[in-house]
């Protein structure tokens, strides 16, 4: 029973952690053990923490749809309002980290200061969201629901699974892989309920396409996988899910 208490301790602390690192949400924690690394054993429920953010996110979405449900322009407005209540609860901390890193990359390549690059892909980035989720929700309402729930867990897991493959040693270990992953069944499995085979798999493909491509773009400017690079790999990863979902569905 002692031992059952203290795993279970573990994961509460573990989980609140992830959740004030993914949300503005501050959760109470059991205290740390002794030999413990908070920051390094939280990144294993960060999915997990996707799974809260992608719960409001489908969950404003259904009520702006069934208020909008008359209205051709409904799909788009769930959209939108769907992604503004995610940035409330994040702080739009990610959105914020690619800005940056555009901004940083964009700097190292030609001398001089702010270059509108960090400003163009966030704008990208959140009309795609917006314009992916609609599309979605106009062709299948569960599938848009599952979607939302789906993309924030495995964009989240994205980070994790890149910077074990990058440095086996250094980066996030096996077991913290396998419980990231771990997060992602049921996501996965209702995205499978909800409007079949090909929307999950064709969704995994946009995801996986846009995690390589960032990786290679990443490779030929060699520097540590810092918060900005995750960043920006988990939000490339959540629009290539969306995008997929919206071939898919």
Same mark, same amino acid.
Do not use: K
């Given at each position: ?29 059991? &205290?740390?053990? &002794? ?7 939280? *990144? ?19 009520? #702006? ?8 322009? =409904? ?17 739009? *901390?990610?959105?914020?980290? #690619? ?33 992916? #989720? ?24 994205? &980070? ?7 440095? &086996?040693?250094? =980066? ?8 990231? *992953? ?26 996986? #396409? ?20 995750? *960043? ?15 071939? =898919?569905?």
């Amino acid at each position: 029973m002692r031992g059952l208490r203290g795993t279970l301790n573990d994961f509460v602390r573990q989980f609140a952690l992830a959740l004030q690192r993914a949300t503005r949400l501050q959760a109470a924690s059991a &205290p740390a053990g &002794p030999e413990d690394d908070p920051m390094r054993t939280s *990144a294993r429920h960060l999915p997990g923490a996707g799974a809260v953010v992608g719960l409001l996110s489908a969950f404003v979405f259904a009520v #702006v749809a069934l208020l909008l449900q008359a209205n051709p322009a =409904g799909p788009a407005v769930a959209a939108l309002a769907s992604l503004l209540a995610v940035l409330v609860l994040t702080g739009a *901390a990610q959105e914020s980290e #690619v800005f940056r890193l555009a901004e940083r990359m964009a700097q190292g390549a030609a001398e001089g200061g702010g270059t509108g690059l960090g400003t163009i892909a966030l704008v990208l980035l959140l009309a795609g969201r917006i314009v992916t #989720v609609a599309a979605i929700g106009e062709m299948s309402e569960p599938g848009v629901l599952a979607a939302l729930l789906a993309a924030p867990v495995i964009s989240r897991f994205a &980070p994790l699974l890149a910077s074990h493959w990058a440095a &086996p040693e250094g =980066g996030e270990g096996a077991a913290t892989v396998r419980v990231a *992953a771990l997060w992602c069944l049921v996501p996965l499995a209702l995205m499978l309920l909800a409007n079949g085979v090909a929307f999950l798999l064709v969704a995994l493909f946009g995801a996986a #396409v846009a995690w390589i491509a960032l990786l290679r773009f990443f490779r030929q400017r060699p520097a540590s996988f810092d918060e900005e690079r995750a *960043a920006g790999l988990q939000q490339a990863c959540e629009l290539g899910f969306y995008l997929g979902a919206a071939l =898919g569905a």
